[in-house]
């Protein structure tokens, strides 16, 4: 009987340290898990910004600031215009998190006439896509005096 007994008690000892052992891994496992960072992602202060008038063959520039508020690194991948009279500049290295960088419009408004909007596409390294637009009127006085625009 106590034959039988003790092996009872080995056997009861053997389950509970197996149930032990897999709920100390179980929770190993989900600790992980939950370390697992966020990813990148970028937040601008505003998308949108007007120059306001503008004379034809100005050259002026306009920095968007972003921040990563995500939990990994992020980057700029890829920026497209929509227009040959801008272009884009960023910094292409990663951005850590709580971090903050800017994407700089520069437009030409050489030939170009009346109210303008243009957009630059962004596209993170995280597959995120960002519009940034600039707009302004342009003052040309060539074009005023081809159509008889009176000031």
Same mark, same amino acid.
């Given at each position: 009987?106590?034959? $039988? =007994?003790? &092996?009872?008690?080995?056997?009861?000892?053997?389950?509970?340290?197996? *149930?032990?052992?897999?709920?100390?891994? /179980?929770?190993?496992? %989900?600790? $992980?898990?939950?370390?697992? +960072?966020?990813? @990148?992602?970028?937040?601008?202060?505003?998308?949108?910004? $007007?120059?306001?008038? =503008?004379?034809?063959?100005?050259?002026?520039?306009? /920095?968007?600031?972003?921040? #990563?508020? @995500?939990?990994?690194?992020?980057?700029?991948?890829?920026?497209?215009?929509?227009? %040959? *009279?801008?272009?884009?500049? !960023?910094?292409?290295?990663?951005?850590?998190?709580?971090?903050?960088?800017?994407?700089? &419009?520069?437009?030409?408004?050489? @030939?170009?006439?009346?109210?303008?909007?243009?957009?630059?596409? &962004?596209?993170?390294?995280? %597959?995120?896509?960002?519009?940034?637009?600039?707009?302004? !009127?342009?003052? $040309? +006085?060539?074009?005023? #005096? #081809?159509? #008889?625009?009176?000031?």
């Amino acid at each position: 009987m106590y034959r $039988n =007994l003790r &092996i009872f008690y080995l056997l009861f000892l053997t389950f509970l340290i197996c *149930c032990h052992n897999s709920q100390v891994k /179980s929770r190993a496992q %989900g600790d $992980n898990q939950s370390q697992k +960072k966020s990813p @990148g992602k970028i937040v601008f202060d505003k998308e949108i910004h $007007n120059f306001g008038t =503008l004379l034809d063959g100005e050259i002026i520039s306009y /920095s968007f600031i972003y921040r #990563n508020t @995500g939990g990994s690194p992020v980057k700029v991948a890829k920026a497209e215009k929509t227009c %040959g *009279c801008i272009e884009i500049h !960023y910094d292409p290295n990663p951005i850590a998190p709580g971090d903050s960088s800017a994407i700089e &419009i520069i437009l030409n408004t050489t @030939g170009e006439w009346g109210n303008m909007i243009k957009e630059a596409t &962004i596209e993170t390294s995280e %597959g995120e896509i960002k519009e940034l637009t600039i707009g302004a !009127y342009i003052d $040309n +006085k060539q074009f005023d #005096n #081809n159509l #008889n625009i009176q000031k």
